[in-house]
Every structure is written in C-alpha cells, then in structure tokens.
C-alpha cells in the first residue's frame, strides 16, 4: 500500500525526534503548517541554531539565514550543519561517527519524499546524540523530561543508538587508555573489522564508481570531438566560404564548453582519487591498528592460558593460606594455653612444696596425736585411780565420822 507525502510528512513531524527539537523553540515562527516547519529544518537554520546552543563556539561554521528555497543554499546550510555535528563528535566528545552521514543533496534537492525524511531522521539523531554529551546536558535532559512517557522512552532509545551502539559511533577515549581489559577488547576488535569490511566495501564502490565516470567522460569526450569535427566538415563542405566566423566561434564554443566539462570530471576524479587516497590510509591504519590489536589479543590469550595453568596451583596456595590462617589461630589459642600450662606448672610446685610440708606436719601431728592418745590413755587411768580414791576418802570421812560419833557417845556415857 503506497503512502503519501502529506502521511509522510505527519508521521515524521509527530515523531520523538522532532519534538525533543521543538523544545528549543517553535518552529515556523509558531505556525501549525506542517510543510512550513518541516522545509524549516529542510533549510538548515534551525538546526543550526540547535547545534550553536549546544556547541556555542563554532569556527567557521556559518549559514545562510535567508534561503528563500534556493537549494544550493539548503546544501550549504546543512552541510555545515553536518560538518559542525562530525566535528564535535571528533574533537568534542571524541568519538567517530561510524555510520553513514546524512545525504544533504537528498533533502535538500528532493526534500518532501521518504529518502529525505529518512535523511533528516538521521541528521537529527546526530543532533541529539551531541545534546545529551554536550556541557549544556543538564538543561537539555531537563526540557526532555517536559514531554510525554511514551515520548521520552522513544528518545531513549535514540540516545542509545548513538551512545551505546558502537556500529554508529565509535568512542576513541580507549586509544588514550594504555591497555584494555579482554572483555573490552573482544568487542573491540569485532567492531573495528566490520567497519574495516564496509570501508573496504565503500573504496571497491568508489573505484568502480572512478572506472565509470573516466569511461563516460572519455566516452562523451570522443563523441563530443567527432560531432564537433563531423559536423564542421559537413558545413565547410556545404558552405565553404559563407561563415566561417560563425563557424569557428561555434567551434570554439563547444570547445571551451568540452574543455569545462573536462576540468569539471577531472576535478570531481581528482576529489574522488584524493577521497580513495584518504580512504586508504584510512585502511592502512585500520589494518596496522588490527595487527596490533591481533598481537594484543595472542599474548592476551598466551597471558590466558597461563593463568588457567596457574589457576590450580593458585587455588591450592590459597588453600594453603586458609589454612596458614586456620593454624596461626589455633597456635596463638595454644601459645595461651602453653602459657596457662606454664602458670599451672608453677602453681603445682607450689602446690607440692606445700603437700611436703603439710606431710610433714602431719607426721610430726600424728606423733603429738600419739603421745597426747597416750598421756589420755593414763589420764584415764588416773581418773578411776582418783575416783576410787576419793571413794576410799569419802569411806574413810564417812568412817571417821562414825568413830567420833562412837567417840561422843562414850565419852558422854562416861
């Protein structure tokens, strides 16, 4: 099903990318036409004005404010504009955009089709991936917080493209960093031989390109010549004497018109040549960069393989030294207890030096206890011999008691 310019062109100013851009300001002075805000940024002002907010110190980066749809105005503008994006990413942010920039004679020749609007879409994918990096992202981040969820997601996700897509924009901070980690370098490495295949790709396209335009411009030049000389032959014959002014400025007309046509291809040879040059050199670095990379990645796999090598034997030093620790603990509990020991031993000497004496003591108590068993062995002995004495006492009182009363009455008889 074929889709129109007018749905075209309402889906593409409806989109998140557009209304982050209205965030810097209304476009078409504020005006609801959809085709006047979009050939607005056709012409390249606009963005101009977004990129000097976000850069605010360009260097020869000017546009022409009144383009009045003159195209090769439009061309001008944005192709400024793109070479201001590229040169920020490059010594700004530096990162190198990877992917292919925005045709500007696309939009600015043929801007109301799906190829120019595809075009725009990338050159303001560009656009956000310097906002959202520039000193100014505070602000930025702020005016994109203003929109809607669903839009905010949307430019998300395109901020991802240009930030975490390594196929889109490559960060060459790494080349200051003195080595990468493997995890690092594997992606790396992957990433830098599919761009060295698609550069390899576009130089075969731009030699085949070469070949072609030298073979048509050679071609037209040949036919050129011989219409030219055919054509005043015939004429001469014809008319050999009626005009040969006219004839010869005519000559002389297609000739200089040949000849700007001559310089013209060979000048755009000459751009293309310096192109395929620089391309090359481009290639030749990418490959000593790729070599280089390649002998970091073998000693990093030699580095690897030794580290497995290593890794049981670092697994039983460290079991070693869990179990270095594990014995110093029970040592220093043993020095204590050696120390408790040490304590205990002194103590038992004491304690034994004490028993000596207190067997001593015994033994000369058990001799007192015998000799005190035997003394009360005669105390006893002594006791019954005083009770029976003092029975005998008592007899011989009571007796004598009887013989003075025998005594009282004889005397008193008498």
């Not at 504020?30 to 390249?44: A, I, P, Q, R």
């Not at 995890?183 to 550069?199: I, V």
């Not at 002995?381 to 005998?392: T, V």
């Amino acid at each position: 099903m074929d889709v129109t310019v007018s749905e075209l062109m309402a889906n593409f100013m409806e989109s998140p990318l557009v209304a982050w851009v209205k965030t810097f300001g209304p476009l078409a002075s504020n005006c609801e036409d959809k085709l006047s805000m979009f050939m607005e940024l056709v012409d390249g002002v606009f963005l101009h004005k977004i990129m000097t907010h976000i850069d605010p110190n360009p260097t020869n980066h000017r546009v022409n404010k009144q383009v009045n749809s003159d195209v090769n105005l439009r061309i001008q503008n944005l192709s400024t504009v793109t070479r201001h994006i590229r040169n920020y990413y490059q010594e700004n942010l530096q990162q190198l955009v990877l992917m292919t920039l925005p045709n500007v004679l696309t939009i600015a020749k043929d801007p109301l089709s799906g190829k120019s609007m595809e075009e725009m879409k990338r050159l303001l994918l560009l656009l956000l991936g310097c906002a959202v990096q520039c000193e100014r992202k505070e602000e930025i981040i702020e005016r994109i917080k203003l929109l809607n969820i669903e839009t905010q997601a949307a430019i998300v996700s395109h901020i991802q493209e240009v930030t975490h897509n390594q196929e889109n924009v490559l960060d060459m901070q790494w080349l200051e960093v003195g080595e990468l980690p493997p995890e690092d370098l594997d992606p790396l490495s992957r990433t830098m031989a599919f761009h060295l295949r698609k550069l390899i790709d576009e130089r075969d396209e731009c030699s085949e390109l070469i070949l072609e335009l030298t073979q048509e411009r050679d071609y037209l030049q040949s036919q050129q010549l011989t219409s030219s000389i055919g054509s005043s032959s015939a004429d001469q014959s014809s008319q050999p004497a009626l005009l040969p002014k006219e004839e010869r400025q005519h000559i002389s007309v297609e000739l200089a018109d040949t000849k700007a046509k001559l310089r013209r291809s060979r000048q755009e040879l000459e751009e293309k040549t310096e192109q395929l040059i620089d391309a090359r050199n481009e290639l030749e670095r990418l490959d000593a960069e790729m070599q280089k990379l390649k002998q970091e990645n073998m000693q990093l796999l030699a580095e690897a393989r030794s580290v497995r090598a290593y890794r049981d034997e670092v697994d039983a030093l460290r079991e070693r030294a869990g179990r270095v620790d594990r014995l110093e603990t029970e040592l220093a509990r043993f020095k204590e207890k050696l120390h408790d020991v040490h304590f205990y031993k002194v103590r038992m000497e004491e304690l034994r030096e004490d028993n000596m004496t207190l067997l001593e003591t015994k033994a000369m108590l058990e001799e007192q206890l015998g000799s005190a068993r035997g003394r009360c062995d005669k105390l006893h002995e002594l006791e019954k011999e005083n009770l029976h004495l003092r029975s005998k006492l008592h007899d011989l009182e009571i007796d004598r008691d009887s013989d003075k009363k025998r005594q009282r009455s004889c005397s008193r008889r008498t």
